[in-house]
């Protein structure tokens, strides 16, 4: 299993190669913004986070169950990074940023481009969230 927020891991770069292609324009991992959000879209005031379902505890999700071994470590860890990503979350939005997450799950090859459009929809609805 790969790292919590590495940079450009696949999923992350499908999603911008995407938004690209459709002439959003971004900036990815702004650490001027709590948690650094993979994708910012300023002109939407919108950042998109695509989460990892092991990594941020996807409930329901077939990709995430929790570990047999060291079930200890693994609820503390998986638990911190749920918390500091609603922390996150609240944050953004009350900087009056609309926050998208998006699961890896999601972004399978025949779901993919479905997943696409319901977040161009997302992005341009401008109700406020
Ligand atoms: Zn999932």
């Known amino acids: ?14 999603v911008r190669l995407f938004l690209f292609s459709r002439g959003f324009r971004y900036r990815k991992n702004d650490a001027r913004l709590p948690g650094k959000p993979d994708i910012y879209l300023p002109k939407y005031k919108t950042v998109i986070f695509i989460n990892g379902c092991f990594w941020h505890k996807h409930e329901g ?3 995430f169950v929790w570990p047999k071994n060291n079930a200890e470590y693994w609820a503390k ?6 918390s500091r990503d609603k ?17 890896e799950c ?6 993919f481009e479905f997943a696409m459009e ?3 929809r997302s992005i ?6």
């Open 124 to 129: 341009t609805s401008q109700d406020k969230q």
């Open 118 to 120: 319901k977040l161009v």
């Open 106 to 111: 999601e972004l399978k090859k025949a779901n």
């Open 87 to 103: 922390r996150n979350y609240a944050e953004l939005s009350q900087m009056g940023l609309k926050v998208i997450v998006i699961w």
């Open 61 to 63: 999700c077939v990709k």
């Open 77 to 82: 860890k998986i638990e911190g990074n749920v």
């Open 1 to 14: 299993m790969s790292r919590i927020r590495s940079k450009d891991t696949k999923p992350e770069k499908l």
